[in-house]
């Protein structure tokens, strides 16, 4: 597999479902990969990308964006409100937006700074006790409360359950979407994304069949 064949089956997940050629944007998910890997698929001309920690994000690309233009960085991972100046420094658009508190701290970040990422809310669709994200009755309020503090909310995602249909939860949290407005909808992984390209997926985060398989030793 590869960058090339994943951009291919995303086109082919378009066509079938309706959607208009590059609705969909590939988050290649680049974390835990060595240097060398990402350098690829640098010098194939991608240039969206997902981390999940701050901290390596922080070792990795600052180098890369001096050597590439147009490099556009997403955190996808957990967010804690000590590392929230950090990320909004690093990051073009969070994924991870959780609970009020982050919520605020970046509410209170972006008006010292005046600039604010994209934001995406989580959503717990598996209302899964070890697993991050506002529960599926709270989001409406929760999407409230962040416009209530003028945060630029794009969209929902979701990370469903391993053992259940993911195909329940793209429906679900896209009709969220439409219920409060919002037209991003980031869901779909590797084993998934063309499902997800089906229930209106905007983005997608792609990263072994892209990299490889990680290697955390």
Same mark, same amino acid.
């Given at each position: 597999?590869?960058?090339?064949?994943?951009? @291919?089956?995303?086109?082919?997940?378009?066509?079938?479902?309706?959607? *208009?050629?590059?609705?969909?944007?590939?988050?290649?998910?680049?974390?835990? @990969?060595?240097?060398? =890997? $990402?350098?690829?698929?640098?010098?194939?001309?991608?240039?969206?990308?997902?981390?999940?920690? $701050?901290?390596?994000?922080?070792?990795?690309?600052?180098?890369? =964006?001096?050597?590439?233009?147009?490099?556009?960085?997403?955190?996808?991972?957990?967010? @804690? &409100?000590?590392?929230?100046?950090?990320?909004?420094?690093? #990051?073009?658009?969070?994924?991870?937006?959780?609970?009020?508190?982050?919520?605020?701290?970046?509410?209170?970040?972006? @008006?010292?700074?005046?600039?604010?990422?994209?934001?995406?809310?989580?959503?717990?669709?598996?209302?899964?006790?070890?697993?991050?994200?506002?529960?599926?009755? *709270?989001?409406?309020?929760?999407?409230?409360?962040?416009? /209530?503090?003028?945060?630029?909310?794009?969209?929902?995602?979701?990370?469903?359950? $391993?053992?259940?249909?993911?195909?329940?939860? #793209?429906?679900?949290?896209?009709?969220? /979407?439409?219920?409060?407005?919002?037209?991003?909808?980031?869901?779909?992984?590797?084993?998934?994304?063309?499902?997800?390209? !089906? #229930?209106? /997926?905007?983005?997608?985060?792609?990263? &072994? /069949?892209?990299?490889?398989?990680? *290697?955390? !030793?």
């Amino acid at each position: 597999m590869g960058l090339k064949d994943i951009r @291919q089956r995303i086109a082919k997940a378009e066509a079938g479902s309706g959607r *208009d050629p590059g609705s969909v944007q590939l988050i290649a998910v680049s974390k835990v @990969q060595p240097d060398a =890997r $990402v350098a690829a698929v640098l010098d194939q001309g991608h240039r969206l990308f997902g981390e999940n920690k $701050v901290q390596e994000a922080a070792g990795k690309w600052p180098a890369f =964006r001096e050597r590439h233009e147009g490099v556009s960085v997403h955190l996808i991972g957990p967010l @804690q &409100s000590n590392k929230a100046r950090q990320a909004m420094d690093l #990051f073009e658009a969070i994924h991870s937006v959780d609970r009020p508190k982050i919520a605020k701290a970046i509410a209170r970040l972006a @008006q010292e700074m005046g600039a604010c990422p994209d934001l995406f809310i989580q959503v717990n669709t598996g209302e899964e006790e070890q697993k991050a994200g506002i529960l599926p009755a *709270d989001t409406d309020a929760f999407v409230a409360e962040c416009r /209530a503090l003028d945060l630029p909310v794009r969209g929902l995602m979701c990370i469903p359950p $391993v053992d259940e249909a993911p195909s329940l939860h #793209f429906a679900l949290l896209a009709k969220m /979407a439409a219920r409060n407005g919002l037209d991003g909808l980031s869901m779909g992984m590797s084993s998934d994304f063309e499902e997800a390209v !089906s #229930f209106g /997926a905007t983005h997608v985060r792609v990263g &072994s /069949a892209i990299f490889g398989e990680r *290697d955390y !030793s």
